[in-house]
């Protein structure tokens, strides 16, 4: 399966998510390519629309690797196998994690401003992405979004691979993932457009979102 774009992938997501329209649901889009596909998931179901923002750990041999990830409100994910196997020492996870949850926190502040997070308690809560190959920060999302008591936790994604898909669902109620191509390649190599989404982009569409224009006019 190749999507035209982010926007044209929401689109498709929001059909097998069409059940939930209508219901408490608060869509959240990981920074920054998962907002657009978040939003069009968002406007479909008549839901809500925020974000979540995550930066991976990348290993002393690639930044590329994950290692693990960190959210902006603190939650960390690490992956120990592989910190075991890399001989990964504390010093360069803290150091890591500092730089990582400064970027993260610095992000927030971006595309947020000053406007509250949206209510997580009790509802529906979706977490889209573009992709998933390593799974990495969404887990890491997944454990922040948690903490807040969703009433049911999903993930949902256009395409994504066997194993983070696997991962991820350990901790989700439930994954909606419409392709899962193996061998699993690059996310971008399933998108026709798959240029870069800019800040601008991502305070535009949390723009359009209801709940956040009512917690202080943009």
Same mark, same amino acid.
């Given at each position: 399966m190749r999507f035209e774009n982010r926007e044209a992938a929401g689109l498709a997501l929001a059909g097998a998510l069409g059940h939930y329209r209508g219901a408490d649901v608060l869509v959240l889009g990981l920074t920054r390519g998962g907002v657009p596909v978040a939003a069009g998931v968002a406007s479909v179901l008549d839901a809500d629309l925020d974000i979540l923002v995550a =930066?991976?750990?990348? #290993?002393?041999?690639?930044q590329e690797l994950a290692i693990g990830a960190v959210t902006a409100d603190g939650t960390r994910i690490l992956n120990d196998g592989l910190i075991s196997e890399l001989a990964v020492s504390d010093v360069y996870l803290a150091t890591v994690t500092d730089r990582k949850l400064a970027e993260a926190r610095n992000a927030e502040a971006r595309l947020r401003g000053t406007r509250p997070p949206l209510r997580i308690a009790g509802r529906i809560v979706i977490v889209v992405d573009d992709g998933l190959a390593t799974g990495a920060t969404m887990l890491a999302a997944l454990q922040s979004v948690? =903490?807040?008591?969703? #009433?049911?936790?999903?993930?949902?994604?256009?395409?994504?691979s066997h194993e983070a898909c696997a991962a991820v669902g350990k901790i989700a109620d439930e994954v909606v993932c419409l392709d899962r191509p193996e061998p699993f390649g690059a996310v971008g190599t399933y998108y026709g457009d798959f240029s870069q989404t800019s800040d601008d982009e991502v305070r535009e569409l949390l723009g359009r979102s209801p709940a956040l224009r009512a917690v202080e006019p943009w």
């Open positions: =930066r991976k750990l990348g #290993a002393p041999i690639s948690k =903490r807040h008591h969703p #009433a049911h936790l999903v993930v949902a994604v256009p395409v994504g």
